[in-house]
């Protein structure tokens, strides 16, 4: 018998397991109503973590989300994280973290999505044109409280691994996810999870994929940096009690004089941050980055527009996302003890606490900018010679997250988003915080990747949150389309 040549073999091997990307396409097009339906339940469920009140609504929630994923067979687990503490001492069971996995051949790459269910408050009163919790259409725009950030990408994903499952299609990886239910209020007991599974759940895990964030523009989008944040308080405290300024006014140094004094040497005019030694550490912008930048699609104008303001710190589009995303600012967010109400009350508050933070970049180190930040607000109290009394405080040192875009994640990520949308995906990164990937990161040392769906204008923790059909729907298809490529990543040995 004369034997086959191996690339017969081959293809045939490749048929059988022919990637039939348009049947799946066929699939999602035809559930959507039924894609609607479950996100329109989910959004019905008040999942807001920063309310206690709404706590059973929270574990409500956790069990729908478990409910979901064990009725596709997957291996679910409620992991018990633990209680938080309340300001008056009492303790409160905290939401349990989903964990699930659906393994189709040990042989196979595994990813784990991350993902969360809890949302942002959301009340008519503060100005939503809808109920905040009745999922409305509008335009193709789907509205609600958390629709966007985070529910719809986390059942975009959940779908993706049920429509391989409806057509018989072994998944191209394993899939697990962890779900969440505390991001919106700093993630609680999940970072001592994390660290705990390490080698259990998370032992086999090879990506880790987030999709918690949007896109830019109209054009799809891959994110592979988030800024982190140094959260301070400058507290500075005179008299004894608050006093009014007909009767004391010129006798005493009053607090509030002192920190606007102080507040006002951390940042110059033009955006330049006057701590010595924070602008020396940022990692310098190199030329490829500068190129990657020009190629992004993003209307300064528009951007301007948006924000109703007649000029920005920057005139040119690269120096504008560099700023968003790659170098630190200064934001200074509000003055406790201040009077702030409608009036002219005269009083001289005895007491003030400033608020501010400072965005974290490479190569920044969160303890050595509070050391920075510390001795350099001292040093220009003293210079004041003020008899009151200064403590500065850290209250939030979260690191930034980068990844390395040379990694395969991210070429497969740029196939599957050509497939879906034909367009190649602007390489963003994120302005804001999202402590977990710096956690995965350091604690599993795997690749990471964030693929949002979202869409740049959805108004996530605003009024009027929304996510359109169309991104829904498609990015349902990029999740399916991108388990391929990925799959791909250990042929080719990328
Ligand atoms: C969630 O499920 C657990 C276990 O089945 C159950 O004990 C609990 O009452 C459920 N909680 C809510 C709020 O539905
Ligand atoms: C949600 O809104 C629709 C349309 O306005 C309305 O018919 C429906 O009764 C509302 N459902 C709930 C639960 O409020
Ligand atoms: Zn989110």
């Given at each position: 018998?004369?034997?086959?040549p191996?690339?017969?073999?081959?293809?045939?091997?490749?048929?059988?397991h022919?990637?039939?990307?348009?049947?799946?396409?066929?699939?999602?097009?035809?559930?959507?109503?039924?894609y609607?339906?479950v996100?329109?339940?989910?959004?019905?469920?008040e999942?807001?973590?920063?309310?206690?009140?709404?706590?059973?609504?929270?574990?409500?929630?956790?069990?729908?989300?478990?409910?979901?994923?064990?009725?596709?067979?997957?291996?679910v687990?409620l992991?018990d994280?633990?209680?938080?503490?309340?300001?008056?001492?009492q303790m409160?069971?905290?939401?349990?973290?989903?964990?699930?996995?659906?393994?189709?051949?040990?042989?196979k790459p595994?990813?784990?999505?991350?993902?969360?269910?809890?949302?942002?408050?959301?009340?008519?009163?503060?100005?939503?044109?809808?109920?905040p919790y009745?999922?409305?259409?509008?335009?193709?725009?789907?509205?609600?409280?958390g629709?966007?950030?985070?529910?719809a990408?986390?059942?975009?994903?959940?779908h993706?691994?049920?429509?391989?499952?409806?057509?018989?299609?072994e998944?191209?990886?394993n899939?697990?996810?962890?779900?969440?239910?505390m991001?919106?209020?700093?993630?609680?007991?999940?970072?001592a999870?994390?660290v705990?599974?390490?080698?259990?759940?998370?032992?086999?895990?090879?990506?880790?994929?987030i999709?918690?964030?949007g896109?830019?523009s109209?054009?799809?989008?891959?994110t592979?940096?988030?800024?982190?944040?140094?959260?301070?308080?400058a507290?500075?405290?005179?008299?004894?009690?608050?006093?009014?300024s007909?009767?004391y006014?010129?006798?005493?140094?009053?607090?509030?004089?002192?920190?606007?004094?102080?507040?006002?040497t951390?940042?110059?005019p033009?955006?330049?941050?006057?701590?010595?030694?924070?602008?020396?550490?940022?990692?310098?912008?190199?030329?490829?980055?500068?190129?990657?930048?020009?190629?992004?699609?993003?209307?300064?104008?528009?951007?301007k527009?948006?924000?109703?303001?007649?000029?920005?710190?920057?005139?040119?589009?690269?120096?504008?996302?560099?700023?968003?995303?790659r170098?630190?600012?200064?934001?200074?967010?509000?003055?406790?003890?201040?009077?702030?109400?409608?009036?002219?009350?005269?009083?001289?508050?005895?007491?003030?606490?400033?608020?501010f933070?400072?965005?974290?970049?490479?190569?920044?180190?969160?303890?050595?900018?509070?050391?920075?930040?510390?001795?350099?607000?001292?040093?220009?109290?003293?210079?004041?010679?003020?008899?009151n009394?200064?403590?500065?405080?850290?209250?939030?040192?979260?690191?930034?997250?980068?990844?390395?875009?040379?990694?395969?994640?991210?070429?497969?990520?740029?196939?599957a988003?050509?497939?879906?949308?034909?367009?190649?995906?602007?390489?963003?990164?994120?302005?804001?915080?999202?402590p977990?990937a710096?956690?995965?990161?350091?604690?599993?040392?795997k690749?990471i990747?964030?693929?949002?769906?979202?869409?740049?204008?959805?108004?996530?923790?605003?009024?009027?949150?929304?996510?359109?059909?169309?991104?829904?729907?498609?990015g349902?298809?990029?999740?399916i389309?991108?388990?391929?490529?990925?799959?791909?990543?250990?042929?080719?040995?990328?």
């Amino acid at each position: 018998m004369k034997l086959l040549p191996l690339s017969c073999v081959v293809l045939a091997f490749t048929v059988v397991h022919a990637f039939r990307y348009e049947d799946l396409v066929e699939h999602v097009d035809s559930h959507q109503e039924q894609y609607v339906q479950v996100l329109r339940e989910w959004v019905a469920v008040e999942s807001d973590s920063s309310d206690v009140s709404k706590r059973a609504e929270l574990h409500r929630m956790m069990n729908m989300t478990a409910d979901k994923l064990r009725a596709m067979g997957g291996d679910v687990m409620l992991v018990d994280v633990g209680e938080q503490e309340l300001p008056d001492g009492q303790m409160l069971a905290l939401p349990k973290v989903v964990t699930a996995q659906f393994i189709s051949n040990p042989q196979k790459p595994t990813v784990c999505v991350y993902g969360h269910v809890d949302v942002q408050p959301g009340k008519l009163e503060d100005g939503w044109a809808t109920e905040p919790y009745n999922l409305t259409e509008i335009n193709g725009n789907l509205y609600g409280r958390g629709v966007s950030d985070n529910k719809a990408p986390v059942l975009a994903w959940i779908h993706a691994v049920e429509a391989y499952q409806a057509l018989n299609m072994e998944l191209p990886v394993n899939v697990k996810f962890i779900i969440e239910g505390m991001e919106e209020t700093g993630s609680n007991g999940l970072d001592a999870m994390i660290v705990a599974q390490k080698d259990t759940f998370l032992g086999d895990v090879d990506y880790i994929i987030i999709s918690d964030c949007g896109w830019l523009s109209l054009r799809p989008a891959l994110t592979y940096g988030t800024r982190g944040n140094c959260y301070f308080s400058a507290e500075i405290q005179g008299p004894k009690q608050d006093l009014h300024s007909g009767v004391y006014g010129g006798t005493v140094i009053e607090p509030m004089t002192d920190l606007i004094g102080i507040l006002d040497t951390l940042i110059s005019p033009t955006g330049k941050i006057l701590i010595p030694g924070i602008r020396e550490a940022v990692a310098p912008l190199s030329d490829e980055e500068w190129k990657t930048y020009q190629d992004i699609e993003f209307d300064v104008e528009n951007f301007k527009n948006k924000l109703g303001v007649s000029e920005l710190m920057y005139n040119n589009k690269v120096d504008l996302l560099a700023h968003m995303w790659r170098y630190p600012t200064v934001s200074i967010h509000g003055i406790e003890g201040a009077f702030s109400a409608p009036g002219t009350k005269t009083v001289i508050p005895a007491k003030v606490n400033a608020k501010f933070s400072i965005r974290q970049v490479p190569n920044l180190d969160p303890a050595v900018v509070e050391k920075q930040v510390s001795e350099y607000l001292q040093a220009a109290f003293a210079r004041r010679k003020s008899p009151n009394k200064l403590k500065v405080t850290m209250l939030i040192g979260a690191k930034p997250w980068l990844a390395d875009t040379q990694h395969g994640l991210y070429e497969a990520g740029k196939k599957a988003v050509k497939r879906v949308f034909n367009v190649e995906p602007d390489m963003i990164r994120e302005g804001g915080t999202i402590p977990v990937a710096r956690t995965f990161q350091d604690v599993t040392g795997k690749g990471i990747i964030m693929i949002p769906i979202g869409g740049f204008d959805d108004g996530i923790h605003s009024q009027n949150e929304k996510i359109s059909r169309y991104n829904y729907l498609e990015g349902t298809k990029l999740f399916i389309a991108y388990l391929h490529e990925v799959a791909q990543i250990q042929k080719s040995g990328v």
